[in-house]
């Protein structure tokens, strides 16, 4: 008995594996592995693609990896060079690839394609409370932490303080675990970021210090969205931090996206879609802030849709504007 036993043993456990494989081979031209680019470790992008990593192999077969990047900049280079399979990116970086301006001067990068709407990313910034730091107008000539560069908050939160007229002593680039050890050694005066709610390296820190939490005045904002339209102007929930109890934080918001390269397989990316709008909850589980992932957002995409997903979404009744569809 115990022999038969191992015996069934071994041939489920030969039969799941190749239901394993075959599930994510059922297509020619289906990769059998993928790469997620994400950012660096401790950002809400390096929690989100653990998640949709999970998804993938959970839900299809595919097994994924999740890699450490710059960010939405460096996402978009490498999936325009087909170097990722996935790559997250937030609407004003990818916006400025596909494009050619900004950042990309002048170099389009026209081989990626958005696929869903992932979270809104809100623009955060903390200091401790003994420092006094209470707004970005309290930051002139003082060291700012923004994030690694080729991230959105390196990108945008410099143009933020120009608009602002706001004159930083010093700016550092690097992951958000690491600006925050140095914040908390008085190395740095303040900590940027543009992330999902909550901005979990905030959290954390609430636990031992005092901090401030702030974003981006309502003045400076009006500015901010007439220069860069891809932005809107969004609030902090009040409670969401223990520094905002009572107060919501007013600051500049912008779409995340999850994207692909132009040559991905249309219906690898239909059935990505189906199982990833079905399986919403194994992405929520992992950060609360894909409980936006939701097919309607597809139209705040900056830029045009896979066609594997102009597909799904139609077929869900989207209207998907013009200007979205690759001509």
């Known amino acids: 008995m115990k022999r038969l036993a191992f015996v069934l043993s071994i041939l489920m456990t030969g039969v799941l594996l190749n239901f394993t494989l075959s599930s994510a081979q059922t297509q020619p031209g289906w990769p059998k592995s993928v790469t997620i680019g994400a950012a660096p ?62 950042w990309a001067k002048g170099k389009k990068h026209e081989n990626v394609r958005v696929i869903f709407p992932m979270y809104t990313t809100y623009f955060q910034m903390y200091s401790l409370t ?28 410099p143009k933020i303080f120009e608009v602002a007229g706001v004159k930083p002593g010093r700016i550092v680039n690097a992951g958000s675990a690491d600006l925050n050890s140095q914040l908390k050694d008085g190395m740095l005066d303040a900590n940027g970021q543009s992330v999902g ?61 999850m994207t692909v390269h132009k040559d991905t397989p249309d219906s690898f990316v239909y059935e990505v879609l189906k199982k990833t709008f079905d399986n919403v909850d194994i992405l929520i589980a992992t950060h609360k802030s894909a409980e936006e992932v939701k097919p309607q957002y597809i139209v705040y995409s900056p830029i045009v849709l896979h066609p594997g997903a102009v597909k799904y979404y139609k077929e869900k009744g989207i209207k998907i504007p013009d200007k979205l569809i690759a001509k």
């Open 130 to 157: 003994k420092s006094g730091i209470k707004s970005i107008h309290d930051l002139n000539g003082k060291s700012v932490g923004v994030g690694p560069v080729g991230g959105t908050p390196s990108t945008y939160w």
């Open 197 to 257: 709610l909550p901005w979990v390296t905030v959290t954390e820190i609430e636990t031992t210090h005092d901090v401030n939490v702030y974003g981006v005045p309502d003045k400076d904002m009006d500015k901010f969205v007439e220069k860069y339209p891809y932005f809107s102007k969004g609030m902090i929930p009040k409670g969401m931090y223990k520094s905002n109890k009572e107060k919501e934080i007013e600051t500049l918001t912008v779409w995340n996206f």
């Open 41 to 102: 470790v401790g950002g809400t992008y390096y929690v989100w693609a653990g998640g949709f990593s999970k998804l993938l192999h959970d839900k299809m077969g595919i097994p994924g990896n999740v890699e450490v990047t710059g960010g939405p900049v460096h996402n978009t280079q490498l999936v325009d060079q087909n170097k990722l399979d996935f790559g997250m990116v937030t609407a004003g970086p990818v916006w400025e690839g596909f494009y050619g301006e900004g």
